[in-house]
């Protein structure tokens, strides 16, 4: 019987197809951007080998730090945005309320709908001529608020990160609302008849038993932030004045539109490692018994 | 149990906040159909109404003009070929990991897994000079492979996490009765991971339908382009014509929506699954 399961050829059978296309188009590309970060090259004839060169211009890049800046803003802004709003979801659909399914499904439907087709939505809704946000401000009297909220340098970035809230906050409640419902009901009932309130509960039970998801789910809006780039590529193209500028759009751009790859290539480096960063950050801040787990 | 007035006044508050929230989520996508039927002179005036007319217009203008079913097609092709590629190789190398025994079996799952948090950024710029040198740039082809490459985590990780839970007699029993490795896979394993496998594939899909950044860098003719990428093209050549744009959003969102009405609960599943280990 071993030797069936243990058989190597068929195992290779099995594993090989897959690890080689994942082994070339994953994680050789990897390596050979790494490679490529050191060098200056538009992939034709010209291709020099400057050291850190490209790194120590990055440092210097207004723009680039610009666009880091606007990353870490964003998640700022998201983990604000999703972590209480997603919870506070969860938390009362948790609570068998009338229409539970119904809710989780429509709040979880934006996330998989298509970013570019999101970001036109919503460039329709922040639109200055006709837009949803400036009739309904007139609706309610507050002309004095319209505006073309895309346009505003100091706007901009806040507006997508509405967009961003919009569309994923109920994918975060879905995956905080999976935890809360593997904690075991006998907490809740011990609880209650000690005369436990639904705020104590909350913070007593819920909140402790749902730790290491809520690591994953910041490490997940962590990342996330950092990697977006449909809805700022289609909503502001990174603009007004770069004041959307993220190192997913900088990134396309420099590789891109004016074909510096090595160049282009350190800023895949350095969200590499923003990612990598974020999750060991994150094990750091939720220190959690992952026995529990 | 009678409810004290303070946690009626919350659960109000609780389900107005849930009511309003279902509303944005819901509304733009209302208020999206509406404009599709609409002029744009009567988009501005009337933003929020119903149509005047019920005409179809700007769908034509949109399929004809804007050849979004030439797109619509090419996101069909390539969805469909990253997802048929991606779901047999991944349930293949899952059985290998989770149910044979083998020395790397652990370290070959870990780095499959590791591929959920590199950000395919880090790797664009040498798929490009890959698929420069194999002449495959402008070619479906450059934009299905790294889709699979890079859907395998995802799809390995909940491949194996349900056949891992397969109780071991089945497959004895199969081989017993005998069956070789490759039958006991096909007649018994596969059948049973059936709903694993569908959650896969509703997840890949949605990845690959809806991403904009590998057709954008590796295909350059329009014939060869995927609906996002046309959605943005349409931006810049009918930057006035705001209701065909419309048309063409709705007609891209369609499938995803309809997809998700059909097998939501795969998708939740899926989507919490694929997150679920950091």
Known sequence: MKSVFGNKKSIAVFVLPAFIVYAIFCLFPIGYNIY??????????????VGLNNYIQLAKDATFIKSLKNNILMVIGSLIAHMPLAMFFANAIFKKIKGAAFFQTVFFL??????????????????????????????????NLQQVWLSNKNLALFCIIIVVMWQFVGYHMIIQLAAMRNIDSSYYEAASIDGATGWQQFVNITLPMIKPILKIDAVLIITGSLKYFDLIAVMTGGGPNHATEVMSTYMYYQGFNILKYGYSSAIGVVLLLLCAGSVVLS??????????? | MKKSPAEKVWLGIKYVTLIIFTIMCLYPILWLLLASFKTNKELYVNAWGL?????????????????????????VIIAVCAVLVTVIFSTMAS???????????KLTYNIFLMGMMIPVYAMV???????????????????????IAIGFPMAIFIICGF???????LEEASIIDGCNIYQCFGKIILPISKSSIVTVAVVQFINVWNDLLLPRI?????????????????????????????????????PSIVVYILLHRYIMEGMVAGAVKG
């Open chain 2, 218 to 254: 590796f295909l350059t003719d329009a014939e060869k382009m995927t609906l996002p990428v046309g959605l943005t093209n349409f931006q810049a050549m009918y930057s006035t014509n705001y209701v065909c744009e419309i048309a063409a959003v709705i007609i891209t969102i369609i």
């Open chain 2, 125 to 147: 710029i040498p798929l490009f000079s890959i698929f420069k040198s194999m002449g495959l740039l402008n070619n479906h082809l450059s934009v299905i492979i790294p889709h």
């Open chain 2, 51 to 75: 149509p005047e007319t019920w005409n179809f217009s700007n769908y034509v203008t949109a399929v004809v003009d804007g050849k979004i079913f030439q797109y619509f097609g090419n996101s």
């Open chain 1, 110 to 143: 934006p996330s998989v709908i298509c970013g570019v087709a999101v970001g036109l939505t919503w460039t329709f809704i922040y639109n200055g001529n006709y837009g949803l946000l400036n009739a309904f401000l007139g609706a309610i009297g507050l002309e």
């Open chain 1, 36 to 49: 490529m970060s050191f060098f200056d090259t538009n992939l034709m004839e010209k291709s020099t080998f």
């Open chain 2, 163 to 169: 056949m891992g839970s397969v109780p071991r007699e």
């Open chain 2, 95 to 105: 059985y290998a990991i989770a149910r044979m025994e083998w020395k790397l079996s």
């Open chain 1, 283 to 293: 094990n750091k801040v939720f220190k959690t018994d992952d026995t529990q787990m």
